[in-house]
Every structure is written in C-alpha cells, then in structure tokens.
C-alpha cells in the first residue's frame, strides 16, 4: 500500500511538471467531472488496516482520482466505456478447487471448448494469467469460483443440467469450508459464470426453469451469463448479461472483403419448427419462427431456410438485415455473428435483455421487433429510413463493437473478457451490507429441490 | 440451446377450463395413459391433438371467420410418426388458447407467458410491390455507400469494346449487354464495331440506350463458320482499339462481347487495374442437346467441384502470376460447332478476349510512364498475323496483373448461342421473347430481358426454343 501512496504522489507531480504539455490530461478529467459520480472522503471504504485507499488531488474545481478504485462509468455512451481498461480498477482471486471440478471435465468432453458455452472455460484460464489475479485474498474485491457446469455432455453435444446444482452446491461448500471469504459476505463479492440456457435456473426447459428458480445459495453472488430477459426469474438484478461463445478464428477465417455489394435485404439459417420436441408449433420460439416461416418463405426479399450452407458467415456479409428470433431462450449466437459481420440485427425477442448493454448502444445498432409485429416484419424493415440503416451500418462497422464480443486467445484489450471486468468494476464498491456482521447469517442451505441436496 | 426432452410436456390448457382441478387432472391422467396404451400398441407417437380435434370440432367450425386451422400431416423418416401440426392463422388477434401459466409466489412474473402461443399468419402474406420497391431502393443505397467506403477513390472511365452483327439473336444479346451497361455506376463509352456496315436494326437498338456509344462499321461480313467468326471478331476488336487510339479516349478498355454475361462486380475489379489485368472467366458451354442441367448455384467454393471450366489467371501461393489457365476442349472435340447457328457445343478459344482489361494509355502513342513491355498498335496486325488474345499486344505477359482475388473469383461468364441462320425475330414487333435459356449465369439478366421485354406470340416463341434445342 505504501508503494501505491508513493507512486501516486509521483505521478501528482508528473502531473503537475507536465501541466502545460499535457492539457489533454486535464480536458480528459473535465469530461469526467460532468459525467461521474463525485466522491468525498468519508463515503470511501476502509480497508482492512484502516487506510482510505484513494486519495485526491484538487485543482482548481475538478475532482480528480489519481487512484484506481473506478468511477462510476457514463452509461450508454459506445466509445469510451468500451475502450475502458479494468487493469489497476479491480482485483480478482480465483479459488484452487480439486480438478474434479473443472479440468477432469473437460478432459473428459473437449467439445466443451468450442460450443457455445464455452466462455466459463475461456473466463477462467483468462482470470489465471490475468494482471487484475491477486494472489492475496486480502486485497481482492472480486472472488471467482471455477467450476464448469456447463460441459456434461450429451453424445449430440448439448449440456445437461440436471447435475450442475449439485457441482455448484458442493464448489460452494467447499469454498465455505477451506476459506472465510465466502461466510463473510455469503457470496455478494463473489461472482459465477453460468453461461447455460437460464442461467442459474439450471434447466433447459423454461417452465421448469421457472419453477426451480436461481439456486438459492447464488442469491447474493453476481452471475456472469448468456440468458436475460427482463421480469424474468432467471435474471437477478445486478447480473451481467455476456454474448454466448462464437470461435474468433473460425469467424475471421471467413471474412471477405468489405468492397463485396450487399445484396441479400433478410438472411436467417437456423429452425423454424423444433421438429423433436415440439413438431406442432407453438411453444418452440412462442410460434415467433413459425411465424416468419409461414409469412416469408414465398417473399423474394427472405433468404430464409433450415439449410447449412457452407458459405454461412459469407452470406451474413453480404446481407443487410439478419434475423436473431427467440429460440428455446432468447439469446443465440446470432446475434454476435451479426454484430462481427456488420449485418444489422433484427431481434425478434420480447423483454430480451442483451450483453453488455450498459455499454452498447443496442437500441442504435439493431432494430427491435415484437414478436406480435412479426407478420409486419416485411414493412418494418422496408419503412426504416435509410439514413438510419447507414448509421447503423456505420456503428456496426466500428471495432470496439465488434471485439467486445469476441472472446479471443489470448485476451485483446477491449473484448469480452475485458467488459465483464469492467462490468464488475463499475459494481465497486461493494455496499455496506455486503458484508455480513459476525454471527449474521442470511442463507439457508437446505433450501431447494431436494435431488440437489445429494452430494456431488 | 435446450432441445433435448425426455418426454414432451403439453399444457393442454385448452380442455381445462371450467373444470374441476381434481376432476380434470385425473382425467387427464387416464387420458395419458390410454394415450401411452395406444403408442405401445400401435408402435408409435400417438399425437394427443386428436382428442383435441374431435372435442372442438364444432367450435372450430362454427368460429371459422375468426380461426383457419390447417392441419398438416409430417412424416419423419426415423420412426413412421404421423403428427399432426395444426397452424391457427389468427389476424391481429392476441394468442389463444390461453396458456397455462406458473405463477410463482413472491416473484415478479414477466410479461411475457411460457407456453403454447398461436402461430401468427396475416391473410394475404405475399409482398406488397411498393414495399419491395423500397427494399431494392435500400439495398441500392447500401450499396452506393459500401462503394463510397471501400471501393476505388477515384474511379476511371470505362471504355467497352464489342463486335457485333446483324443476326436472329442480336437483340437479345445486345439489349441483355445494353442493360447491364446501365446498371455501371461508372461514367462508360461504349465502342461497337459492327461487322458488315453500319445497320439501321443495331442502330435502333443503340439509340434506344441512353448511353455514350460510338458506332463503327467494319466492312467485311461475318464468316459462317465459327473458326473464322471468332478471328474476325479479334481483327474487330483490333479495329476499336485503333478507334481508342485515334480518338486518344481515357480509361479502361474492357473487352465486352454481346453474349456474354457480366457480373457487376466484375466493373468494380477492373477499376484497380494498372496496366494491364486478367480476370477468370466461366465458361458455359452450351451443349445444344437439351439435356436437363442440375438446378446449380456458382459459387467460388464450389468451382473445383463442378465441371464448369474456368479460364484466367493462375497464382503461386504469394499471389503473383506463374501461368494460365486455359479452355481444355478434348471433351468436346466430336460435339463441337463449325457452323453459327449450329445445334452443338460452341467452343470458345484459349484464351478469351473478354477476361482481359487495359489501361487505354497502353494504346496510345505517347503516353506518361508507359511500359516498355507493350508492343506499339500500328506495329500489331500490320503484315495481317492473326491475333489469338490481347497476350500478342505485349512482349512480356509476365506483367499482367490478376485481378479477382487473384483469379478466384469468376467475374464474368463466357457463351455463345445462336440461332439457325434462316430464322428470324418475328416482323415488325419491337419486342423480345423471353426464351428460357439454359443460362444458369446471372438472373438480373434474363429479368432485365423480361422486364423490358413483352412475351411474343406464342408460336414464335415455340419455334425459337425448338431451334435452340
């Protein structure tokens, strides 16, 4: 901590030294100023030893935090939240569980790296060789837990939930025991990826999702996931919403030149009628699929179908509109091949609630369309003007939108795994009743279906 | 995303209402099981929307202003499964019937239910035209606005040479090249060298264009027999370039023949030419014996697979050019046409003149910073040596540039049909036919030919097929 002092005394004086060179620096912090949340001393948290952790610099009428602790990030503004840099704004320590919870599972399924689910795997070998790890718990503000429930396979390669609970309830059980971090708070500074279909409802089928609820020992905890939706169970307040997992490589593999004419007006490749599990129509995608099929297929402009066509990511580049309805759950990895491809998206999902959208700009990038309005796409999407459609066009073409995204080996400054630090760090600082006071006690762990409490 | 399920769960929400909650989930319990009895006697998935059917049969008809079920019978090819899909159309209407919805206590309930929604179809789902206009005026301002971005700052002029002659397909042909022409987004004069004179029919045509054309007569007539067809064409083509050098017209001379088939990107590749480029070329040979092609759609990644030949540059792995390829015509040695007009493969040469593009400077006597490695015009054909490609305009073909990702895109698509030389367009009709050829190049073609063209009378258009076939 003395180093810190020391080094930010340091930079005052750079500062200072270089106060005619650099009026950039003090431009910089005016922006801040109007936009971010004022701070005083006395509302700073205190530390295990009785240090206040930032301290100030006035000059002239701006506040100006040398330290890291993170301000309060303008919300909706593309740039500048995106480029944010959560290095020195946060610190995470990842808890040593036994293999049997992350590496003998994957070892077992290696499938589990290249689906869709895959941003629990990647998250947690990007936080091991991470600047923001700490070693020392002491100084975390954030606790990750690395267990992967998303990779029990079935042999077609879709995750089965039924054991992931249990996983849970006995990772958490276990970081209970062999550390005090977790009854000190009960988990409100702790954080979960849980990528599945409902989060941490742990079921593929809604209405069963529904019914179970968020496991009750993530309460507090802040869940990192795929699935939001608003008024919805399976979304806590305070979650962050993440893309699903799209292969970097494979996607920039397919690029074509951006000189290629745009030429399809409506592209979409997926199911309409979940043939296996609802072949009559209606509860697969609340019949929104449907509903485009029985409305489009003839329409020259609808390059629709159920085909897989090799020339998949070729296609969306030369479209200008693709479609990302609803299917099982509201979120799909179209959406994020939309946005990498510059193709604007149509979300056709009701209540849906996208990745990151504190900081993207979704309302501008996509076109939103209720799934009552579907037998209108055709007139809603001609009926937009096209300065509109070109500024869109010209959003989606911007690269921090597109690597926001991504989830690339190894991390690249700005890419997902950067937003959800971000994410995390405009969560600092942890609220009072974070932190439970001695002999408090607020979950009951025998909450839950009863097949959750075996053992795991 | 979730899609495996043990076994479906059906809210039948539908029967529910109005009964007794232990009365109806008993009976719905001996439902299932009678249904379960029947899938084990039966050996397969007993769709329980029958009962459904037969106990609302008298509501759905009677409410039919409002409802239109159709139901839909789907066999899969795993199990004999019979299923019965029943779509309720259902114009601005909300969804009926009202799902089963779980409530939990103490949480908010989101707006949107889980369970059975109707499908929603409007009554007339084919596009309105208005509409549709709309969506190509988009995609064509999409398009301008991607040029703007990516495409070639500052773009040359184009100058598109073509020979051509009076013959029964000439307006085909040439109003099919007239429209693409238009479509350029490039300021273009066209050079056409008609063989024979100048006509008053081809004249017509050009006049109805309302493009920049300059219209050249070369005396000679065209010879009957492909051979010498496609040497004179090579002698015409050395005639507009004599024009081009003249008239000392800027830009890109592209080599253009009536028949062909351009895509319009193939304008914008050549707008990054230097000197002189290449592009790769497809090759439709048109076999004359009807036979029934596979519906086949072009694309770059299934050119190796398909036997449609392709003739353009060849580049080693840096990108640089090492060779050709060129029209391998063993195939076809037996099968080919002499005679224009013929009902045969017409073959094309080894090299086409259209895959190749110049920078008019090349032609002109002096030019800033012209290369050495061009032989001067007035020397090439002076002692009347027959010019194959425009490869004989240089000395060294080695400073071609490949252009097309490097020869792997094919811009543009060679054929040549003809019909018999006794027949003719019907008389004194302004119009085209719109003759199903097997072209199975670009479609804005033969749309831009239907468009603009009125459907003749039924017994010239059968003639014509039956000549072409």
């Given at each position: 901590m003395e180093e810190k002092k020391k080094e930010g005394k340091e930079e005052e004086r750079k500062v200072k030294d270089d106060e005619k060179g650099k009026k950039k620096y003090w431009k910089k912090d005016e922006k801040k100023k109007g936009k971010g949340k004022k701070r005083s001393l006395a509302r700073m948290p205190q530390l295990k030893g009785g240090e206040l952790m930032p301290y100030w610099l006035r000059k002239g009428r701006s506040w100006v935090v040398i330290q890291d602790k993170g301000i309060k990030a303008p919300s909706g503004s593309a740039g500048d939240v995106l480029e944010d840099d959560p290095v020195g704004r946060l610190k995470v320590f990842v808890y040593e569980l036994p293999s049997k919870y992350n590496r003998k599972i994957l070892q077992k399924d290696p499938r589990c790296l290249t689906h869709m689910f895959a941003a629990e795997i990647f998250m947690h070998r990007f936080l091991l060789s991470s600047p923001v790890r700490t070693l020392n718990p002491e100084e975390a503000d954030w606790f990750y837990t690395p267990v992967y429930t998303t990779c029990d396979l079935t042999p077609n390669g879709l995750p089965l939930p039924f054991k992931s609970p249990r996983m849970m309830r006995s990772a958490i059980q276990l970081i209970s025991m062999n550390w005090p971090y977790w009854n000190r708070t009960e988990g409100a500074d702790h954080f979960f990826v849980v990528p599945h279909d409902f989060g941490a409802c742990f079921h593929y089928q809604e209405e069963k999702a529904i019914e179970r609820g968020i496991l009750h020992l993530l309460q507090r905890a802040t869940l990192v996931q795929t699935f939001g939706q608003r008024n919805h169970v399976c979304l806590k307040d305070g979650s962050i919403t993440i893309p699903p997992y799209a292969p970097p490589q494979k996607m920039q593999a397919h690029l074509i030149p951006p000189d290629t004419p745009r030429s399809i007006f409506v592209y979409f490749r997926g199911l309409f009628y979940d043939v296996g599990n609802d072949p009559e129509g209606g509860y697969y995608a609340r019949g929104a699929r449907a509903s485009v099929w029985e409305n489009f297929?003839?329409?020259?402009?609808f390059d629709i179908s159920t085909e897989h066509p090799a020339t998949y990511y070729e296609d969306m580049q030369r479209a200008v509109f693709c479609l990302c309805p609803l299917g099982w759950a509201p979120w799909s990895p179209r959406l994020v091949e939309a946005v990498i491809f510059g193709c604007i998206p149509v979300v056709i999902a009701d209540d849906i609630v996208l990745p990151f959208a504190d900081a993207i700009p979704w309302e501008e990038i996509g076109v939103f369309v209720a799934e009552k309005d579907v037998p209108n796409l055709d007139s809603i999407l001609t009926s937009i003007p096209t300065k509109v459609i070109l500024r869109k066009q010209r959003l989606l073409a911007n690269p921090s939108m597109k690597q926001a995204m991504l989830f690339p080996q190894p991390a690249q400054p700005g890419d997902a795994f950067h937003q959800i630090l971000n994410g995390l760090a405009r969560k600092l600082p942890h609220a009072e009743k974070a932190f439970l006071k001695p002999g408090e006690k607020i979950l009951n762990w025998t909450r839950g279906p009863v097949g959750d409490l075996k053992p795991w | 995303m979730a899609a495996y399920r043990s076994s479906p769960a059906l809210s039948d929400g539908g029967g529910a209402d109005g009964m007794g909650k232990s009365q109806a989930s008993c009976f719905w319990l001996l439902l299932h099981g009678l249904c379960c009895l029947i899938s084990l006697v039966l050996g397969f998935r007993f769709s329980r929307l029958v009962f459904f059917l037969l106990f609302s049969t008298t509501t759905l008809y009677t409410s039919a202003p409002v409802l239109r079920a159709t139901t839909t019978t789907t066999t899969t090819t795993t199990t004999t499964t019979r299923t019965e899909t029943l779509t309720l159309s259902l114009p601005n209407h909300p969804p009926l019937p009202p799902p089963a919805v779980h409530s939990v206590p103490n949480r908010t309930r989101s707006r949107v239910v889980v369970g059975r929604h109707g499908i929603r179809i409007r009554p007339w789902p084919h596009p309105n035209p208005t509409e549709v206009m709309r969506a190509h005026h988009i995609i064509d301002q999409v398009q301008r606005e991607q040029r703007l971005q990516?495409?070639?700052?500052a773009p040359r002029p184009l100058i598109v040479v073509t020979p051509t002659y009076v013959r029964t397909f000439q307006a085909l042909h040439l109003t099919g090249l007239l429209h693409s022409l238009l479509l350029v987004p490039y300021r273009l004069t066209w050079i056409v060298v008609e063989a024979g004179g100048v006509t008053n029919e081809t004249a017509a045509i050009l006049a109805r264009s309302q493009l920049n054309f300059l219209h050249i007569p070369f005396p000679e007539k065209m010879p009957t027999q492909w051979a010498e067809r496609h040497k004179m064409e090579a002698r015409m083509r050395l005639h507009a370039l004599r024009a081009v050098r003249e008239r000392l017209l800027d830009g890109i001379v592209v080599f253009a023949d009536d028949s062909n088939i351009h895509s319009m990107e193939f304008f914008d590749e050549v707008q990054k030419v230097k000197w002189m480029g290449a592009v790769s070329v497809g090759i439709l040979?048109?076999?004359?014996?009807?036979?029934?092609?596979?519906?086949r759609q072009f694309r770059e990644e299934d050119k190796e697979n398909f036997p449609v030949p392709i003739q353009g540059p060849a580049c080693n792995s840096s990108g640089q050019l090492v060779g050709w390829h060129t029209f391998n015509s063993l195939p076809y040695r037996e099968k080919s046409?002499?005679?224009?007009?013929?009902?045969a493969t017409v073959l094309p040469r080894k090299l086409e003149w259209a895959g190749f593009v110049l920078n008019s400077k090349l032609l002109w006597k002096e030019a800033d910073k012209k290369p050495n490695w061009v032989r001067d015009l007035d020397a090439v054909g002076k002692y009347g040596e027959e010019l194959e490609d425009p490869l004989a305009l240089l000395k060294d073909e080695s400073f071609v540039e490949p252009l097309g990702n490097c020869g792997k895109k094919a811009l543009l698509w060679w054929l040549r049909v003809e019909a018999r030389s006794d027949s003719k367009f019907p008389p004194g009709s302004n119009s085209l036919t719109y003759l199903i050829v097997e072209i199975t190049g670009r479609l804005d073609l033969i749309f831009t030919i239907a468009y603009f063209g009125i459907l003749g009378d039924p017994f010239y258009l059968s003639e014509l097929s039956i000549k072409l076939s």
């Amino acid at each position: 901590m003395e180093e810190k002092k020391k080094e930010g005394k340091e930079e005052e004086r750079k500062v200072k030294d270089d106060e005619k060179g650099k009026k950039k620096y003090w431009k910089k912090d005016e922006k801040k100023k109007g936009k971010g949340k004022k701070r005083s001393l006395a509302r700073m948290p205190q530390l295990k030893g009785g240090e206040l952790m930032p301290y100030w610099l006035r000059k002239g009428r701006s506040w100006v935090v040398i330290q890291d602790k993170g301000i309060k990030a303008p919300s909706g503004s593309a740039g500048d939240v995106l480029e944010d840099d959560p290095v020195g704004r946060l610190k995470v320590f990842v808890y040593e569980l036994p293999s049997k919870y992350n590496r003998k599972i994957l070892q077992k399924d290696p499938r589990c790296l290249t689906h869709m689910f895959a941003a629990e795997i990647f998250m947690h070998r990007f936080l091991l060789s991470s600047p923001v790890r700490t070693l020392n718990p002491e100084e975390a503000d954030w606790f990750y837990t690395p267990v992967y429930t998303t990779c029990d396979l079935t042999p077609n390669g879709l995750p089965l939930p039924f054991k992931s609970p249990r996983m849970m309830r006995s990772a958490i059980q276990l970081i209970s025991m062999n550390w005090p971090y977790w009854n000190r708070t009960e988990g409100a500074d702790h954080f979960f990826v849980v990528p599945h279909d409902f989060g941490a409802c742990f079921h593929y089928q809604e209405e069963k999702a529904i019914e179970r609820g968020i496991l009750h020992l993530l309460q507090r905890a802040t869940l990192v996931q795929t699935f939001g939706q608003r008024n919805h169970v399976c979304l806590k307040d305070g979650s962050i919403t993440i893309p699903p997992y799209a292969p970097p490589q494979k996607m920039q593999a397919h690029l074509i030149p951006p000189d290629t004419p745009r030429s399809i007006f409506v592209y979409f490749r997926g199911l309409f009628y979940d043939v296996g599990n609802d072949p009559e129509g209606g509860y697969y995608a609340r019949g929104a699929r449907a509903s485009v099929w029985e409305n489009f297929k003839n329409n020259p402009l609808f390059d629709i179908s159920t085909e897989h066509p090799a020339t998949y990511y070729e296609d969306m580049q030369r479209a200008v509109f693709c479609l990302c309805p609803l299917g099982w759950a509201p979120w799909s990895p179209r959406l994020v091949e939309a946005v990498i491809f510059g193709c604007i998206p149509v979300v056709i999902a009701d209540d849906i609630v996208l990745p990151f959208a504190d900081a993207i700009p979704w309302e501008e990038i996509g076109v939103f369309v209720a799934e009552k309005d579907v037998p209108n796409l055709d007139s809603i999407l001609t009926s937009i003007p096209t300065k509109v459609i070109l500024r869109k066009q010209r959003l989606l073409a911007n690269p921090s939108m597109k690597q926001a995204m991504l989830f690339p080996q190894p991390a690249q400054p700005g890419d997902a795994f950067h937003q959800i630090l971000n994410g995390l760090a405009r969560k600092l600082p942890h609220a009072e009743k974070a932190f439970l006071k001695p002999g408090e006690k607020i979950l009951n762990w025998t909450r839950g279906p009863v097949g959750d409490l075996k053992p795991w | 995303m979730a899609a495996y399920r043990s076994s479906p769960a059906l809210s039948d929400g539908g029967g529910a209402d109005g009964m007794g909650k232990s009365q109806a989930s008993c009976f719905w319990l001996l439902l299932h099981g009678l249904c379960c009895l029947i899938s084990l006697v039966l050996g397969f998935r007993f769709s329980r929307l029958v009962f459904f059917l037969l106990f609302s049969t008298t509501t759905l008809y009677t409410s039919a202003p409002v409802l239109r079920a159709t139901t839909t019978t789907t066999t899969t090819t795993t199990t004999t499964t019979r299923t019965e899909t029943l779509t309720l159309s259902l114009p601005n209407h909300p969804p009926l019937p009202p799902p089963a919805v779980h409530s939990v206590p103490n949480r908010t309930r989101s707006r949107v239910v889980v369970g059975r929604h109707g499908i929603r179809i409007r009554p007339w789902p084919h596009p309105n035209p208005t509409e549709v206009m709309r969506a190509h005026h988009i995609i064509d301002q999409v398009q301008r606005e991607q040029r703007l971005q990516y495409g070639v700052k500052a773009p040359r002029p184009l100058i598109v040479v073509t020979p051509t002659y009076v013959r029964t397909f000439q307006a085909l042909h040439l109003t099919g090249l007239l429209h693409s022409l238009l479509l350029v987004p490039y300021r273009l004069t066209w050079i056409v060298v008609e063989a024979g004179g100048v006509t008053n029919e081809t004249a017509a045509i050009l006049a109805r264009s309302q493009l920049n054309f300059l219209h050249i007569p070369f005396p000679e007539k065209m010879p009957t027999q492909w051979a010498e067809r496609h040497k004179m064409e090579a002698r015409m083509r050395l005639h507009a370039l004599r024009a081009v050098r003249e008239r000392l017209l800027d830009g890109i001379v592209v080599f253009a023949d009536d028949s062909n088939i351009h895509s319009m990107e193939f304008f914008d590749e050549v707008q990054k030419v230097k000197w002189m480029g290449a592009v790769s070329v497809g090759i439709l040979a048109h076999s004359g014996n009807s036979e029934p092609t596979p519906d086949r759609q072009f694309r770059e990644e299934d050119k190796e697979n398909f036997p449609v030949p392709i003739q353009g540059p060849a580049c080693n792995s840096s990108g640089q050019l090492v060779g050709w390829h060129t029209f391998n015509s063993l195939p076809y040695r037996e099968k080919s046409a002499t005679f224009v007009g013929e009902a045969a493969t017409v073959l094309p040469r080894k090299l086409e003149w259209a895959g190749f593009v110049l920078n008019s400077k090349l032609l002109w006597k002096e030019a800033d910073k012209k290369p050495n490695w061009v032989r001067d015009l007035d020397a090439v054909g002076k002692y009347g040596e027959e010019l194959e490609d425009p490869l004989a305009l240089l000395k060294d073909e080695s400073f071609v540039e490949p252009l097309g990702n490097c020869g792997k895109k094919a811009l543009l698509w060679w054929l040549r049909v003809e019909a018999r030389s006794d027949s003719k367009f019907p008389p004194g009709s302004n119009s085209l036919t719109y003759l199903i050829v097997e072209i199975t190049g670009r479609l804005d073609l033969i749309f831009t030919i239907a468009y603009f063209g009125i459907l003749g009378d039924p017994f010239y258009l059968s003639e014509l097929s039956i000549k072409l076939s």
